[in-house]
């Protein structure tokens, strides 16, 4: 079967550095993407890895090992709106997107 | 710009009533998409379309029914609302132009509780 794997929840201090990872098992392999998503809100957008290595946006990166069937988040600098779920999700060989839970991260001040 | 928008934001209903979820869009995205996100889950397809008067079946589609008969607007309907369908649901769409591998933009969703 398919499979995402993330941990279910993490706790990060404001300003510090926090990493979520990700890992897959998947028919095929043909991209993968992390959204972010505020409580009571909707999923938006936040990267997409097709090759390996990291991909930087601001404070946020994206890494992708594709050997490995690993990606994680990189969150720098670490904001209280920070606070939100991160949901990785990944697109298998039919191009169907396979989304794991979701990880809770909650920013103390 | 509305983008994309969900009707209502919250609904409740009865075990046996059809319900119909309503989806718009405003940017002519070619492919349209609905969720059910529930606690310990990630987000399940219900259905989806490439493009008006097509539509298929995604990984959870049995008790929903859904038309396209223009590419705006993606009505979703449960026929006969069931406990299990107790859920929040998303609308998403996205261009259509690079295959199916694109970003989705999703709708704000609608909070359903069948009782």
């Known amino acids: 079967g398919q499979n995402i794997d993330q941990p279910t929840e993490m706790t990060a201090t404001e300003g510090a550095i926090v990493q979520i990872n990700c890992t897959y098992q998947t028919s095929g392999f043909n991209g993968l993407f992390w959204y972010q998503q505020h409580a009571g809100e909707a999923p938006t957008f936040l990267s997409y890895n097709v090759l390996d290595g990291l991909e930087e946006k601001g404070r946020f990166s994206s890494f992708l090992s594709r050997s490995k069937g690993y990606s994680y988040l990189l969150l720098k600098e670490l904001q209280m709106k920070d606070s939100a779920s991160y949901l990785c999700?990944?697109?298998?060989?039919?191009?169907?997107?396979?989304w794991g839970a979701g990880t809770k991260l909650i920013i103390k001040p | 710009d509305a983008g994309i928008t969900q009707s209502p934001r919250y609904k409740i209903t009865e075990t046996g009533r059809q319900v119909t979820l309503m989806c718009h869009q405003t940017?002519?995205?070619?492919?349209m998409f609905w969720y059910r996100q529930d606690l310990g889950h990630g987000l399940r397809l219900i259905y989806y379309?490439?493009?008006?008067?097509?539509?298929d079946k995604g990984e959870v589609p049995d008790g929903y029914v859904v038309s396209r008969s223009k590419t705006e607007n993606f009505p979703l309907t449960l026929e006969s609302a069931t406990r299990s369908q107790t859920s929040v649901y998303f609308c998403?769409?996205?261009?259509?132009?690079?295959?199916?591998?694109?970003?989705?933009?999703f709708g704000s969703g609608t909070q359903l509780s069948v009782l």
């Open positions: 379309s490439a493009a008006a008067d097509i539509t």
């Open positions: 940017w002519s995205h070619s492919y």
């Open positions: 999700a990944v697109t298998d060989s039919n191009y169907q997107l396979i």
């Open positions: 998403a769409s996205s261009p259509g132009q690079e295959a199916t591998n694109e970003k989705l933009f």
